[in-house]
């Protein structure tokens, strides 16, 4: 049954009429035309598709529009600005964090979420809260020294240093 559902997505509104059953994922994508977000398992296994919802990472293809009803959504493409990588972005890419690039939204919008929680966690922290994510090109080395390195960075800085939080 279609409603009309209210949500922000990277600080801007917006409003649908749709099911509120749909896959947040889905919409993202088709409906907003936000692809950074990637299907992988569709089962919430593999964090691909991991967003943040209110600051809390959250994997698009099991929340549906209901979930997201008023609050704020966050998505790969809202995490920088125009032209420019976020910084936790800047390490990825300059560690060579990717092979193929497929999980690397999901990976890291849900390091994103877990370093707003603990801005300095030890290695074994960012190991366990990065658990969910598969990576099937193996760039987990790689992945690990781009958060420890962004997250060492802030604390040099203050946490909030980068002005992006």
């Known amino acids: 049954m279609k409603a ?9 509104t917006v ?6 059953s749909r896959a947040l994922l889905w919409v993202l994508r088709s409906d907003l035309g ?8 569709g089962v919430g296994m593999c964090g691909s598709c991991t967003i943040l919802v209110d600051g809390v990472p959250t994997r698009a293809c099991l929340a549906d529009l209901n979930h997201v009803e008023g609050k ?3 998505t790969i493409e ?3 600005e125009p032209g420019e990588l976020h910084p936790l ?3 990825f890419y300059e560690r060579g964090a990717y092979q193929c690039g497929y999980c690397t939204p999901g990976m890291i919008m849900n390091a994103y979420g877990m370093l707003q929680e603990n801005s300095d966690p030890t290695r074994e922290e960012i190991i366990r809260g990065m658990d969910g ?4 090109c193996s760039a987990y080395k790689r992945i690990l020294e781009a958060i420890e390195s962004y997250a060492g960075s802030r604390s040099d800085r203050g946490a909030k240093g980068d ?3």
Do not use: A, I
């Not at 936000?34 to 398992?41: A, D, E, I, Q």
């Not at 994510?133 to 099937?136: E, K, Q, V």
């Open 4 to 12: 009309k559902m209210s949500f922000t997505v990277n600080g801007e």
């Open 15 to 20: 409003t649908l009429e749709t099911d509120g």
């Open 34 to 41: 936000l692809t950074g977000s990637k299907y992988g398992c």
């Open 72 to 74: 704020e959504v966050t």
């Open 78 to 80: 809202g995490l920088g």
């Open 89 to 91: 972005q800047q390490e």
């Open 133 to 136: 994510n598969l990576c099937r």
């Open 163 to 165: 002005g992006h939080e």
